[in-house]
């Protein structure tokens, strides 16, 4: 997603930019770009390539200046083009890097061409740059502030004026952006990341915040245009780009790291004790009489499976809804349930918003489960889990996903021991199963030659099904969207009884049938809906338990997990699903870390 970066200093700053730039990579993008305020007028490099290469143009170019705004684009209004590619102009006066979506763009250009203004790009951000242009009376702050009030949908926005050569003015709703202090210079930022170092403090701007940023200091005021104190907090310094070690891509370092982040996940001590989602929330949870999980993609496929662990140890009523239909949705507000929300990045613009409207509902007790402690998500909700996934750049969701099924299991068990589900002895079963985990997947990890093997036919087809029962449909669905996302193969999932329903249609030779079968209660079941697929000549490719009576045979593959895993099973099972997409999209040579058309953090709608 589009990411921002704004800087005002004695020194140049196009190096602070550019880096801030690299270190947004990671989020995705398709264009970039950066411009600097000089007295003629700004004046901007761009590129359709990668930031390397907007680096090679400015250095070649000797591009400097100290006062400056860059961006990473991903395209919504127009194609990735460099015409459409940030900053965007205003009549050679005014610049604007923007992260978002205005719905009311095309309602805008036509005022604003009747005004005389000319639209070169196709973005919707050319009509910011010439609202703020039409307003401007010698007060970049005060035109933007104006500006602002006049955009309908989501956006965070840097901006500067040929004749205020030492102001970056930002804006934010629905979008992030922070502020960084720092010693001879301030900055903006979609994230404190891109900033770390040069600022030694960030605060984060809160919704419809203006900021105006200057060599003397950083000016804020709320939508209302009150004058307002945002808390600045000491930002890490940045630990410098994530190294690959011996692996080829992030997502397969981050596939082998599992272990590693499940097991600094885990509580040290009291595992299942409320207090690890906050002060207040063994008060919380003695009052909810339901829980409403809201989450995007790999998220809520966590979601459908702690639904299962919540209504089967904790017995609570559990519904799982998918942030971006939520939120448009006329639903029947419960006070009285728990609204968990489930995000790495804590970012997400959907789940946000469906957060904010369950809030908006009554609905107050809320939960994040997510990755980025200083996020705006966890910001925003009562209580909290976090994973201690690390920083995932892959853009296919692996570490945080499973490190998200063990924080929402320690939840599902905590609750279950607050409502006298679960005895001393499940809890000391169930805490034992936890520890072991990370030495389970070491054993999982170490299947990998043989999916490797099955990779290289999986390269060869364009469609593939993935069939799971109960707690191990959701990891079909994930196994389904880790091979689309970064294959490029048509994946669906199903649970395997709804077969017969429709999908057996699909199914011939060619079609290759991915099949998560644990030994639990379902295996039967799953055998006879196998028995259905082998019938129609697919070609069935089983991930079984090592106690699974399953052998291989013609049109039958078989891989054996090491161990049985019972209620825990999913968090093993979705490994060799993450492996097989991985390889599959390595022999198909796509772009695994930056699949196309996809962004890390989806911070518009
Ligand atoms: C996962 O592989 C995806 N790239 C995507 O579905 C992701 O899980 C989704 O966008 C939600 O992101 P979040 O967890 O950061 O909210």
């Given at each position: 997603m589009c990411g921002i970066v704004g800087a005002v200093a004695q020194r140049n700053i196009v190096p602070v930019l550019i880096e801030g730039l690299r270190r947004l990579e990671y989020r995705g993008y398709d264009s970039c770009g950066v411009a600097i305020?000089?007295?003629?007028?700004?004046?901007?490099?761009?590129?359709?390539?990668?930031?390397?290469?907007?680096?090679?143009?400015?250095?070649?170019?000797?591009f400097e200046g100290v006062t400056g705004i860059a961006h990473t684009r991903w395209a919504t209004h127009g194609a990735p083009t460099v015409n459409n590619a940030h900053p965007i102009f205003s009549r050679d006066a005014l610049a604007i890097v923007h992260n978002g979506i205005i719905e009311n763009?095309?309602?805008?250009?036509?005022?604003?061409?009747?005004?005389?203004?000319?639209?070169?790009?196709?973005?919707?951000?050319?009509?910011?740059?010439?609202?703020?242009?039409?307003l401007y009376q010698g007060d970049l702050f005060a035109a933007v502030r104006e500006a602002v009030q006049q955009l309908a949908g989501a956006y965070a926005i840097g901006v500067v004026h040929k004749d205020q050569p030492h102001t970056v003015v930002g804006a934010r709703a629905g979008s992030p952006l922070v502020v960084g202090h720092g010693e001879g210079g301030n900055f903006i930022a979609s994230d404190a990341l891109a900033i770390a170092g040069s600022a030694k403090s960030i605060s984060y701007l809160e919704e419809g915040d203006v900021c105006e940023v200057t060599l003397e200091g950083v000016r804020i005021v709320d939508r209302a245009g009150n004058p307002a104190e945002r808390v600045a907090r000491d930002v890490q310094a940045y630990s410098g780009a994530v190294e690959l070690g011996p692996y080829r891509h992030y997502m397969q370092k981050e596939i082998f790291e599992q272990p590693r982040a499940i097991s600094d996940t885990i509580p040290a001590d009291a595992a299942f004790d409320p207090v690890q989602f906050g002060d207040t929330a063994a008060e919380v949870f003695r009052g909810i009489d339901s829980?409403?999980?809201l989450a995007c993609g790999t998220s809520y496929y966590a979601g459908l499976t702690a639904k299962y662990w919540l209504e089967s140890v904790a017995k609570i009523r559990t519904e799982v809804e998918i942030a971006?239909?939520?939120?448009?949705?006329?639903?029947?507000?419960?006070?009285?349930?728990?609204?968990?929300?489930?995000?790495?990045?804590?970012?997400?613009?959907?789940?946000?918003?469906?957060?904010?409207?369950?809030?908006?509902?009554?609905?107050?007790q809320t939960l994040a489960v997510c990755n980025v402690a200083t996020s705006a998500m966890v910001r925003l909700t009562s209580l909290r889990f976090l994973t201690h996934a690390g920083?995932?750049?892959g853009v296919a969701s692996t570490k945080a996903f499973t490190t998200?099924?063990?924080?929402?299991?320690?939840?599902?068990?905590?609750?279950?021991?607050?409502?006298?589900?679960?005895s001393a002895q499940q809890e000391d079963a169930y805490l034992k199963a936890l520890r072991h985990l990370p030495a389970a997947l070491n054993g999982v990890l170490a299947l990998e030659p043989q999916i490797i093997a099955w990779s290289q036919e999986f390269a060869r087809k364009e469609n593939a099904l993935f069939l799971g029962r109960g707690l191990h449909y959701p990891i079909a669905l994930e196994g389904a969207l880790k091979l689309k996302e970064i294959s490029y193969i048509h994946a669906e999932a199903y649970p395997a009884g709804e077969l017969k329903h429709g999908p057996l249609a699909l199914v011939t030779e060619a079609m290759p049938v991915v099949t998560v079968a644990p030994n639990d209660a379902l295996l039967e079941k799953l055998k006879s809906n196998m028995q259905e697929v082998r019938a129609r000549g697919g070609e069935l490719y089983v991930f079984a338990d090592a106690d699974t009576h399953i052998a291989s045979e013609e049109g039958i593959h078989v891989i054996?997990?090491?161990?049985?895993?019972?209620?825990?099973?999913?968090?093993?099972?979705?490994?060799?699903?993450?492996?097989?997409?991985y390889h599959t999209a390595c022999t198909r040579g796509t772009d695994v870390d930056k699949p196309r058309n996809l962004a890390k953090s989806v911070t518009v709608e």
């Open positions: 305020v000089t007295a003629a007028g700004p004046q901007r490099m761009r590129s359709v390539a990668r930031v390397a290469e907007l680096e090679d143009q400015v250095r070649e170019a000797r763009y095309e309602s805008l250009r036509e005022t604003l061409r009747g005004k005389g203004y000319e639209f070169v790009s196709q973005t919707d951000t050319e009509v910011i740059a010439h609202l703020i242009h039409s829980i409403l999980i971006s239909e939520y939120r448009y949705r006329e639903s029947v507000p419960n006070p009285r349930a728990l609204v968990v929300t489930i995000s790495q990045s804590g970012e997400t613009a959907d789940t946000l918003a469906a957060l904010k409207h369950a809030q908006s509902l009554g609905m107050e920083r995932e750049i998200q099924l063990v924080g929402l299991f320690i939840l599902a068990v905590t609750l279950g021991k607050l409502r006298g589900h679960v054996r997990m090491p161990e049985h895993y019972g209620l825990l099973s999913p968090i093993l099972h979705v490994v060799p699903l993450q492996l097989l997409a």
